[in-house]
């Protein structure tokens, strides 16, 4: 079936330093991939997204990477501070479907 | 405020009880969802809404229902509630094609006892 999925469930890194939050994707046929973050109490917050078109795409202080090749989907946060403590879902569209398929998440904590 | 907005954010509710949870939005957006967050586990959509004359069936559908009272409106409702229906409930809008992706509520807890 289809399935995205994480790597990790929790990753630790020190304040300044970079972070790589992983996911896995199993449907070829998905188009559009989003990175949401979702803060403790709060709804899930859009950070950024990719189409299956492009291998990267950058922000504020965020990248995103698609292989496609591996269907495999990277959140790089450069800089980490300790507002970026969350946790943080991949999403996939499939093409045409109009839904999003969430993985399950992975909750990243930063050490002062 | 906020674009889409949930009420209420938490609620306690006894076994087969009915509940609604509400949903309103000033985003504009045709397409509204609901979602079901629980521990450890990713959003699983239970029912989405393309229009007011559209309604789905999402992955988790059985026990709940839905209403689409108006394009700024989506309430869901839990007939029978059960204990295994304790979660995390969002509510989303997009626009058409999702570009940007959706749009979250901040969320209601439900607690069945």
């Known amino acids: 079936g289809e399935n995205v999925g994480l790597h990790l469930p929790t990753l630790s890194v020190q304040e300044g330093d970079n972070s790589i939050i992983n996911c896995a994707y199993s449907?070829?046929?998905?188009?559009?991939f989003i990175w949401y973050k979702q803060e403790s109490g709060k709804g899930p917050q859009f950070i950024i997204d990719?189409?299956?078109?492009?291998d990267k795409r950058q922000g504020q202080r965020v990248t995103v990477l698609l292989n496609k090749t591996v269907k495999h989907l990277s959140l790089q946060i450069a800089a980490t501070q300790p507002g970026d403590s969350a946790v943080y879902f991949c999403?996939?569209?499939?093409?045409?479907?109009?839904?999003?398929?969430f993985g399950s998440g992975t909750r990243l904590l930063v050490r002062p | 405020d906020a674009d889409v907005t949930q009420t209420p954010r938490n609620r306690i509710t006894k076994t087969g009880k009915r509940i609604m949870l509400e949903c309103s939005q000033t985003?504009?957006?045709?397409?509204m969802y609901w979602y079901r967050q629980d521990p450890g586990l990713g959003l699983r959509l239970i029912y989405y809404?393309?229009?007011?004359?559209?309604?789905n069936k999402g992955e988790i559908s059985d026990g709940y229902s839905v209403s689409r009272q108006a394009q700024a409106k989506f309430s869901l409702s839990l007939e029978s509630a059960i204990p295994n229906q304790t979660a995390l409930y969002f509510c989303?809008?997009?626009?058409?094609?999702?570009?940007?992706?959706?749009?979250f509520g901040q969320g209601t807890r439900l607690t069945v006892v």
């Open positions: 809404s393309f229009d007011v004359k559209d309604i």
């Open positions: 985003k504009g957006h045709d397409r």
């Open positions: 990719i189409r299956s078109n492009m």
């Open positions: 989303a809008t997009s626009d058409g094609p999702l570009d940007g992706g959706a749009f």
């Open positions: 999403a996939e569209r499939n093409t045409g479907s109009y839904k999003l398929i």
């Open positions: 449907n070829s046929a998905s188009d559009y």
